[in-house]
């Protein structure tokens, strides 16, 4: 049973609109939301984070919301740019107690910004 | 700052055989996490090292297990190998039990194909 889910595998946006990225997930007890980017070849990158204590965060281009009574996060790219295109993975931790915690992934939007 | 790195970056391995993989953490980073992306599927977590112990392992079978030495760098083993172990197996590193929130850094990865 996939808990993070990224209902599209892929979207394409015009240079200089916005992306939004969509994320949803089935525990309610995750305590906190990642999202990372990767290009072919490469390892992911982290991106941008937020706590479950918060709806919004925002870093430069990046903002990510969060919506714990629908359990949906977004990321939106404002503006977008060709760099952009790779597959943005989003991830959910949960604290499992006793020093141990689980990082679960969705499967990745693959995102081609067209310039 | 070097960054996470890992070896080899690609690996071409006979069903049955025996692989190892290396991943050298960002100094400092006392974890490691090994992940395995398969095509079409995303980001499965496999195992959680800190200071030297496992203290979380993914839904994978035996044969896939490793260690992590003094140095804080870690192996990755997979006996027996399948086909379908062929994927792209990732690296990360975080600081270790600081807190639940520490953002994972990602090595390239290495690329194994399993014929």
């Known amino acids: 049973d996939q808990q993070v889910k990224q209902n599209s595998p892929s979207l394409s946006v015009q240079e200089g609109r916005i992306s939004i990225l969509n994320c949803d997930y089935t525990n309610s007890m995750f305590d906190y939301f990642l999202w990372y980017k990767k290009y072919p070849a490469e390892g992911p990158t982290f991106l941008i984070s937020?706590?479950?204590?918060?709806d919004k965060n925002e870093d430069g281009r990046f903002t990510v919301f969060l919506n714990k009574s629908a359990k949906h996060l977004s990321l939106h790219i404002v503006p977008s740019q060709p760099g952009d295109s790779a597959v943005y993975f989003c991830a959910a931790i949960k604290y499992s107690g006793a020093g141990s915690y689980q990082l679960t992934f969705g499967k990745g939007t693959k995102l081609s910004v067209i310039p | 700052e070097a960054g996470v790195t890992q070896s080899p970056t690609h690996l071409i391995k006979t069903r049955g055989q025996q692989v190892t993989l290396r991943c050298s953490p960002i100094?400092?980073?006392?974890?490691v996490y090994w992940y395995q992306q398969a095509l079409g599927l995303g980001l499965q977590f496999l195992l959680w090292?800190?200071?030297?112990?496992?203290?979380n392992r993914g839904n994978f079978p035996p044969r896939f297990s490793g260690r992590q030495f003094p140095n804080y760098s870690s192996e990755l083993n997979v006996n027996a190998l399948e086909l379908e172990d062929s994927a792209l197996y990732l690296c990360?590193?975080?600081?270790?039990?600081?807190?639940?929130?520490?953002?994972?850094?990602f090595g390239p990865g290495t690329r194994l194909t399993v014929l």
């Open positions: 090292y800190d200071e030297g112990e496992e203290r």
């Open positions: 100094s400092g980073h006392t974890s």
């Open positions: 990360a590193s975080t600081l270790g039990l600081a807190g639940s929130t520490d953002t994972q850094y």
């Open positions: 937020i706590s479950s204590i918060k």
